[in-house]
């Protein structure tokens, strides 16, 4: 997959690349820190750096624009309304303990994880349809990313490594 990615992207800069890779909802920054440092050569902070700000740039835009589309794709559609509701109503039902144990701090923890279908992204939409302020979201959102990158330019660097 790898290889997919650094073909889409072969022409750009590197920093460039390593923002548009982080972006993607299924990379995100578990992909972009890795290609940033070993096939972009990007220092360690360059990589991380582009790497958070690619992700945290989706997850504005998921928590800054995702509701007034919801509201008005329900407002105009009967279909939408109806959807919008379901998966609300569901992820609320699925995850109320969740959130009710962790409050806004469990936005924080998902977007820490840097794990597929956990992270950032995830975050981000837990605090969409939770309707977590957004004077609290941001931060939690950034400095779970920040932590995020952190742990994925741990492990790309090699410290995660067992010797044995």
Known sequence: MHDIIISWFQNFPGELATFLIAIIPVTELRASIPLAYNVYGLSVFSAWFWSVAGTFFTMLMIVLILDPIAKFLSKYSEIFRK??????????????????????????????????????????????????ALKKSIPLLLLGTMLAGGIVLFLTMGYGKVNG
């Open 83 to 132: 959807f919008f509701k379901w998966i609300f109503e569901h992820t609320r039902k699925r995850n109320s303990e969740k959130i009710e144990k962790y409050e806004e701090w469990a936005i924080f923890i998902l977007a820490a994880t840097p794990i597929p279908f956990l992270g950032g992204m995830t975050g981000a939409l837990v605090a969409f349809v939770f309707g977590i």
